[in-house]
């Protein structure tokens, strides 16, 4: 049996073929496209048309490679959402997750109900871009004439199928589903003016969506296709196709954000949770991932986007390896590198606030970058061991960061965990894993991964000696201390 797993990240999209051959999950590449948000009437947004018509684009490449049945899973980043009319017409732009209109909603939300509160509710970290002050801060004239609020994977789905559901793993990091009545909360919902009417029925990865519309299969040459429902956000995708086993094994899923944290079968919302402000975002199959959400490698794509891609990542990778290590250290976490302007200006402006060196050439700035996400890392390796009470002994890097060597090793020094890198598809597997396991070829989520363990390639990193943590730490904090952060 063919499935096809639809991958929509911050910069790019594919649609990705698996299968199981002679007991292995064996990948294709279908198609691939460029994605990113753009400038509309001064906000931030996303083409979510080019994204579907990509979509359709794949699969009607797929057709002609002679796959003429098949099911498809989609999953995209998290957050942002659509406003859809009585008609189920789109009533604006996908305004991105990056836009300034938030930047001081979240202070405005606290003021009217205690960040505590809002934790208890949902165990959600605080992150100015939630939906939760999306929704605040929006149209309140647009929210009078909105008939339903969509989830950008699920407005996918429903424009291939015409089906409108609410993924509750995406629904989690709205930060306004309800821990307990596991619902959204009422209260939340009166806050952002809007009702739960409004939010199509909740439903479960592994979930039969429907049949692709006849309308598309007369635009395109498309394959027949059952739509499931997987892990829409592609976080808990990730972690699906990470290939842990047992219960000492915690996860960096590495790209344009880097999420650190446990798998966990219940959330873990206490006080200690709330000041350190981990999330517990919604998983498959019963689990809730407990984790931080750390910048990630923005900041070296930015860097890279800003010296107009002279250097691809691997030659950055390259450059920094051979630049002086830990010589300069930048709070990763800081609201300054959500969006600014420009990255490499940014970086070099809180050098010189900080009193560093400020870094030139492309090489330092990679590498400052890279020593401080792993400095971070470790920071929150040990957070999250306090946090969930054991101790961690792995630590899968997965996502298009387990390709960096010198930042897995680095992450490996500090932490003084066995790092395991790999797969780099570990979203696209994930999402697959779900639509086999909803197909009957694989009874549950430990007998995938096993499949996965056994069909891709990681990268083990050993920690090395000769590196002093306690005073990298100690700089770090004092440095990033200094600034707003996370």
Same mark, same amino acid.
Request: charged share 20%; proline share 3%.
């Given at each position: 049996?063919?499935?096809?797993?639809?991958? %929509?990240?911050?910069?790019? !999209?594919? =649609? #990705?073929? $698996?299968?199981? /051959?002679?007991?292995?999950?064996?990948?294709?590449?279908?198609?691939?496209?460029?994605?990113?948000?753009?400038?509309?009437?001064?906000?931030?947004?996303?083409?979510?048309?080019?994204?579907?018509?990509?979509?359709?684009?794949?699969?009607?490449?797929?057709?002609?490679?002679?796959?003429?049945?098949?099911?498809?899973?989609?999953?995209?980043?998290?957050?942002?959402?659509?406003?859809?009319?009585?008609?189920?017409?789109?009533?604006?732009?996908?305004?991105?997750?990056?836009?300034?209109?938030?930047?001081?909603?979240?202070?405005?939300?606290?003021?009217?109900?205690?960040?505590?509160?809002?934790?208890?509710?949902?165990?959600?970290?605080?992150?100015?871009?939630?939906?939760?002050?999306?929704?605040?801060?929006?149209?309140?004239?647009?929210?009078?004439?909105?008939?339903?609020?969509?989830? %950008?994977?699920?407005?996918? !789905?429903? =424009? #291939?199928? $015409?089906?409108? /559901?609410?993924?509750?793993?995406?629904?989690?990091?709205?930060?306004?589903?309800?821990?307990?009545?596991?619902?959204?909360?009422?209260?939340?919902?009166?806050?952002?003016?809007?009702?739960?009417?409004?939010?199509?029925?909740?439903?479960?990865?592994?979930?039969?969506?429907?049949?692709?519309?006849?309308?598309?299969?007369?635009?395109?040459?498309?394959?027949?296709?059952?739509?499931?429902?997987?892990?829409?956000?592609?976080?808990?995708?990730?972690?699906?196709?990470?290939?842990?086993?047992?219960?000492?094994?915690?996860?960096?899923?590495?790209?344009?954000?880097?999420?650190?944290?446990?798998?966990?079968?219940?959330?873990?919302?206490?006080?200690?949770?709330?000041?350190?402000?981990?999330?517990?975002?919604?998983?498959?199959?019963?689990?809730?991932?407990?984790?931080?959400?750390?910048?990630?490698?923005?900041?070296?794509?930015?860097?890279?986007?800003?010296?107009?891609?002279?250097?691809?990542?691997?030659?950055?990778?390259?450059?920094?390896?051979g630049e002086e290590a830990f010589s300069i250290l930048i709070g990763v976490d800081d609201y300054r590198f959500l969006n600014p302007t420009d990255m490499i200006a940014e970086i070099q402006a809180y050098c010189m606030e900080t009193g560093q060196p400020i870094p030139e050439t492309p090489g330092r700035l990679a590498r400052a970058i890279y020593d401080s996400l792993a400095v971070q890392y470790a920071i929150q390796v040990e957070q999250l061991q306090a946090l969930i009470g054991k101790e961690v002994r792995h630590l899968h890097i997965i996502g298009g960061g387990s390709n960096i060597a010198i930042l897995n090793q680095l992450t490996a020094d500090l932490t003084g965990i066995t790092v395991h890198a790999g797969p780099t598809e570990a979203t696209g597997l994930g999402n697959l894993a779900?639509?086999?396991?909803?197909?009957?070829?694989?009874?549950?989520?430990?007998?995938?991964?096993?499949?996965?363990?056994?069909?891709?390639?990681?990268?083990?990193?050993?920690?090395?000696?000769?590196?002093?943590?306690?005073?990298?730490?100690?700089?770090?904090?004092?440095?990033?201390?200094?600034?707003?952060?996370?």
């Amino acid at each position: 049996m063919k499935h096809v797993a639809v991958d %929509v990240g911050a910069s790019s !999209g594919r =649609l #990705l073929m $698996g299968e199981l /051959v002679s007991g292995k999950m064996e990948l294709t590449e279908i198609h691939r496209f460029q994605n990113g948000f753009t400038e509309v009437d001064n906000q931030c947004v996303w083409d979510i048309d080019h994204i579907f018509t990509n979509i359709l684009i794949g699969l009607e490449k797929l057709k002609k490679t002679g796959v003429t049945s098949c099911t498809l899973g989609i999953d995209t980043w998290a957050v942002d959402y659509c406003l859809l009319d009585k008609e189920g017409k789109r009533l604006h732009e996908v305004v991105s997750y990056r836009d300034k209109r938030t930047d001081y909603a979240m202070e405005e939300v606290l003021a009217k109900v205690p960040a505590a509160d809002i934790y208890e509710k949902t165990g959600i970290q605080f992150l100015q871009f939630n939906s939760l002050y999306q929704l605040y801060v929006e149209d309140v004239a647009l929210k009078k004439r909105v008939d339903a609020v969509m989830m %950008v994977p699920d407005y996918l !789905g429903y =424009l #291939l199928t $015409g089906v409108g /559901v609410t993924e509750v793993t995406n629904a989690s990091s709205t930060q306004m589903l309800n821990l307990h009545t596991k619902q959204f909360d009422e209260d939340l919902l009166h806050l952002v003016q809007l009702d739960a009417e409004q939010f199509s029925r909740f439903v479960n990865p592994g979930e039969l969506l429907g049949k692709v519309s006849r309308k598309w299969h007369e635009q395109y040459d498309l394959p027949d296709c059952d739509v499931i429902v997987v892990a829409t956000h592609d976080t808990a995708s990730a972690v699906l196709g990470a290939p842990g086993t047992g219960d000492d094994w915690a996860f960096l899923s590495s790209g344009t954000w880097s999420l650190l944290g446990a798998e966990l079968p219940n959330p873990i919302n206490s006080e200690v949770a709330f000041e350190a402000n981990y999330t517990n975002e919604w998983g498959a199959y019963n689990t809730f991932r407990f984790l931080k959400n750390i910048m990630g490698l923005w900041l070296i794509q930015e860097v890279a986007r800003m010296q107009n891609y002279a250097y691809s990542y691997a030659e950055l990778a390259e450059l920094a390896a051979g630049e002086e290590a830990f010589s300069i250290l930048i709070g990763v976490d800081d609201y300054r590198f959500l969006n600014p302007t420009d990255m490499i200006a940014e970086i070099q402006a809180y050098c010189m606030e900080t009193g560093q060196p400020i870094p030139e050439t492309p090489g330092r700035l990679a590498r400052a970058i890279y020593d401080s996400l792993a400095v971070q890392y470790a920071i929150q390796v040990e957070q999250l061991q306090a946090l969930i009470g054991k101790e961690v002994r792995h630590l899968h890097i997965i996502g298009g960061g387990s390709n960096i060597a010198i930042l897995n090793q680095l992450t490996a020094d500090l932490t003084g965990i066995t790092v395991h890198a790999g797969p780099t598809e570990a979203t696209g597997l994930g999402n697959l894993a779900v639509q086999m396991i909803a197909s009957g070829e694989a009874k549950d989520i430990a007998e995938v991964r096993a499949l996965i363990r056994n069909s891709t390639k990681v990268t083990t990193y050993v920690p090395s000696n000769g590196v002093n943590m306690a005073e990298i730490r100690a700089r770090y904090k004092n440095i990033s201390g200094k600034q707003e952060a996370f």
